[in-house]
């Protein structure tokens, strides 16, 4: 080997790596993109099954029954928006005429009436706190900033939101346009394999992100009559908030269950704390572990089984080791992926016969 061949060995090598870096930085770059892409995706995977309903038994053309999915789609957004957002400008008011001091008076109180309730005074876990330390770091006075802030990064929404539409419209009216952007990686021999996996992985995760609409509606159902039961206000927004946060596998329900509970607390504020709000905030509890038992007894099992058809003890480890990997995304993205990826072993070794096993319910 002399050193011409050594000399090209290493600038192909260079060549190669500068090729790969090229590539990352790029799709650093558009990454936003990308996440426009993905999201709309799983818009259009959402309104598939809408578009091929239009189709078949209304007879619609592709165009007309793709503008009326987006339509429904967004239909249901607008009404969650029309329904959380009167709320959320009602509580910015409601923040910005509040009295700070009486605020922090009535919060340094539901911590004393807490700690005394129960008998945390002098647990080690609380001897160096006391509640106006706690609450003295709470700067009140920056939630004017904070929604400041919140309508600027709605601006980056609006705009994050429209290119989300506009590519899911032309998702659903043109069903391959996503395939066969793929299919221009594929090899002419694999492209046949390729598009039955496609059509394999749509019809499965359409099912399964509308079971998810499903779940998140049962519980929303459940929580609004829970709360609406007891006369927390706001009960629709705080159902729809803790629903829509058991999306998030195992976390989501925990945070959601906090949320619930601290909201019910916090519109009590100056009520007796033994007969008042420990008892509301008891039964509102109670209600939130009812619709869990629901959601993990009937919804998810329904949902796994018929469309991922997984177990769901294979669900719970693949959930698992995505939460290890990637954390809380990794948990989002774990199922859709893993259903993907055994769609994908299933068509292109199928009679390979430890995937056959593996795979047998798809």
Not at 28 to 51: E, Q
Not at 94 to 117: I, P
Not at 238 to 267: Q, W
Not at 330 to 343: C, D, F, N, Q, S
Request: charged share 10%.
């Amino acid at each position: 080997m002399n050193a011409k061949t050594i000399s090209q060995g290493i600038l192909r090598a260079l060549a190669i790596l500068a090729g790969v870096f090229g590539v990352l930085f790029f799709l650093k770059t558009i990454s936003t993109v990308l996440v426009y892409i993905l999201i709309a995706a799983v818009v259009s995977l959402i309104g598939r099954p809408i578009v091929l309903f239009l189709r078949k038994r209304l007879k619609f053309n592709q165009s007309l029954a793709a503008v009326s999915a987006m339509a429904l789609l967004m239909t249901v957004l607008g009404v969650i928006i029309a329904l959380v957002i009167p709320l959320l400008a009602q509580q910015g008011e409601n923040l910005s005429l509040l009295d700070l001091k009486a605020l922090r008076a009535s919060g340094e109180n539901l911590y004393q009436e807490l700690t005394s309730y129960f008998g945390l005074e002098n647990n080690f876990l609380f001897q160096n706190f006391n509640e106006g330390e706690i609450l003295s770091s709470l700067s009140l006075e920056q939630v004017p900033a904070f929604f400041n802030t919140i309508f600027g990064v709605l601006g980056n929404f609006s705009a994050g939101l429209f290119s989300v539409i506009f590519i899911s419209f032309f998702f659903l009216k043109d069903s391959v346009l996503f395939e066969n952007g793929i299919l221009m990686f594929i090899p002419s021999k694999e492209q046949s394999k390729t598009k039955e996996a496609f059509l394999k992985i749509k019809d499965l995760l359409s099912r399964y992100f509308l079971g998810l609409l499903f779940q998140i509606l049962i519980l929303f159902v459940i929580y609004s009559l829970v709360l609406v039961i007891f006369s927390v206000p706001n009960a629709m927004v705080i159902a729809f908030l803790c629903a829509l946060l058991n999306l998030i596998p195992y976390v989501g329900p925990i945070v959601g269950g906090l949320l619930m509970m601290f909201l019910t607390m916090s519109s009590q504020l100056g009520a007796s704390f033994n007969e008042v709000i420990l008892p509301k905030t008891s039964y509102v509890m109670i209600g939130f572990i009812l619709g869990q038992l629901v959601d993990n007894f009937l919804s998810q099992p329904l949902i796994f089984s018929k469309s991922v058809k997984s177990h769901p003890l294979e669900i719970f480890l693949i959930i698992l080791s995505g939460g290890l990997l990637m954390g809380v995304t990794g948990m989002v993205v774990a199922i859709p992926l893993y259903t993907a990826i055994k769609v994908v072993l299933k068509v292109f070794f199928a009679e390979n016969s430890q995937v056959k096993s593996w795979t047998k319910n798809l």
